[in-house]
């Protein structure tokens, strides 16, 4: 022995740490960054689907409102008409206000179909893309693995070099 502690070859230990730094900076390069940009990209692509979801609702339910509101002016005029004209403007008032809330049911009822059309369809890429997502990683992890069988290659002919 040539006074080495413990047989450490810090020759060795160095080259492995060097390696080990090399395979770190490629796997950052190779997965880390592109994973990262591209769940920040999809992120945003759900924030901006969320926002026009909130905003689609946001319409139907001012549509929703206005055809309230325009129901309550129906039912004013109906109640100025009931004054003037008696029970035949009621009979009419009645027959007016049942087609206006079908109107309105109907209106809203197309609107949450639409809404929930939407929402089946979003729900639909979200998962085709998590299905295209976790592809993309088994083939990274596939790749990974290829790597790593090269250099366990490596250090094992590094290995058999300096026995030699």
Not at 111 to 119: G, I, L, Y
Request: net charge negative; proline share 1%; charged share 35%.
């Amino acid at each position: 022995m040539t006074g080495v502690p413990l047989n450490i070859d810090w020759q060795q230990i160095l080259l492995h740490l060097f390696n080990f730094t090399i395979l770190f900076g490629a796997l950052y390069i190779l997965l880390y960054k592109p994973v990262k940009d591209f769940m920040a990209k999809r992120e945003e692509y759900y924030k901006d689907m969320d926002s026009k979801a909130t905003q689609a609702v946001a319409e139907a339910e001012s549509r929703q409102q206005e055809y309230e509101k325009k129901i309550s002016d129906l039912e004013t005029k109906i109640r100025d008409e009931k004054s003037r004209m008696g029970k035949e403007v009621e009979a009419e008032r009645e027959r007016r206000l049942g087609e206006a809330k079908s109107e309105a049911e109907k209106i809203v009822a197309d609107a949450r179909t639409e809404a929930d059309r939407e929402k089946s369809e979003i729900l639909a890429s979200a998962q085709k893309d998590i299905s295209d997502m976790v592809t993309g990683a088994v083939e990274k992890l596939a790749l990974e693995q290829s790597a790593s069988d090269a250099f366990d290659q490596f250090l094992d002919a590094a290995e058999e070099a300096d026995h030699e």
